[in-house]
């Protein structure tokens, strides 16, 4: 049973660039979440995908934006790149109804140059 | 503002004895709560979780401690090995919200 996938492992981009993330949920899970985390600190919620539709957004500016595909997959495309999204960007993926447990990919490491 | 914080950065024990990992939160609308433990080059992987209706949730050598009066969770650890060294992260969620706050995290290092 294959987890929560991301790819890429690593990106390097320049600002002002734009960046598409990309993530696989956890078989049978249908919710994806996007987290963003920062060096020495811990997961910041970015939004929530469910039945290709966000439905709950963290305080991120518009440049993050986001995609869910009828087979529950995501991408996390951020515009206008800033020194400052340097970041492990983290998907988790869940199940709708039920507690509320995420399962977490390994993450997208970008540097912004 | 940080609504779950570990206080902690860092943490040694020896292999045998207990660790105590602890988390405070403010918002008392905070009603589930989790333990994620991070390898380095790897995601977040759930350890133990527990509803605001407990007092406490084992699961073999981990046991996490709610005090809903002091906004305060604790995660224990027995025996402690060496392949449980990584950085714990306490998180918690609001019933209806499917977001989950994290504190930054402890690193725990266990001595062999």
């Known amino acids: 049973d294959a987890g929560v996938t991301q790819s890429p492992t690593h990106l390097i981009k320049t600002r002002g660039q734009q960046v598409t993330l990309r993530c696989s949920p956890k078989s049978g899970h249908d919710t994806v979440s996007w987290y963003q985390q920062a060096l020495g600190q811990g997961p910041q919620f970015i939004f929530q995908y469910y039945e290709e539709e966000e439905r709950q957004r963290g305080n991120f500016p518009d440049r993050f934006s986001g995609h869910q595909f009828p087979n529950y997959s995501s991408e996390l495309n951020v515009n206008a790149l800033l020194l400052g999204d340097s970041a492990l960007y983290l998907c988790?993926?869940?199940?709708?109804?039920?507690?509320?447990?995420?399962?977490f990919g390994a993450g997208t490491r970008l540097s912004v140059l | 503002d940080q609504q779950v914080k570990q206080n902690s950065p860092s943490l040694s024990v020896q292999e045998g004895r207990i660790s105590i990992l602890n988390c405070d939160y403010t918002?008392?609308?905070?009603?589930?709560f989790l333990w994620y433990k991070k390898y380095p080059a790897e995601g977040p992987t759930f350890l133990i979780s527990i509803s605001s209706i407990k007092d406490k949730n084992e699961d073999g050598r981990f046991t996490v401690f709610l005090n809903k009066s002091a906004k305060h969770l604790s995660l224990h650890i027995v025996p402690s090995q060496p392949g449980d060294s990584a950085v714990y992260f306490c998180?918690?969620?609001?019933?209806?919200?499917?977001?989950?706050?994290f504190g930054t995290g402890t690193r725990l290092t266990v001595i062999p």
């Open positions: 988790a993926s869940s199940l709708r109804e039920g507690i509320n447990i995420q399962y």
């Open positions: 918002n008392s609308m905070f009603d589930y």
């Open positions: 998180a918690a969620s609001v019933a209806g919200a499917n977001n989950l706050f």
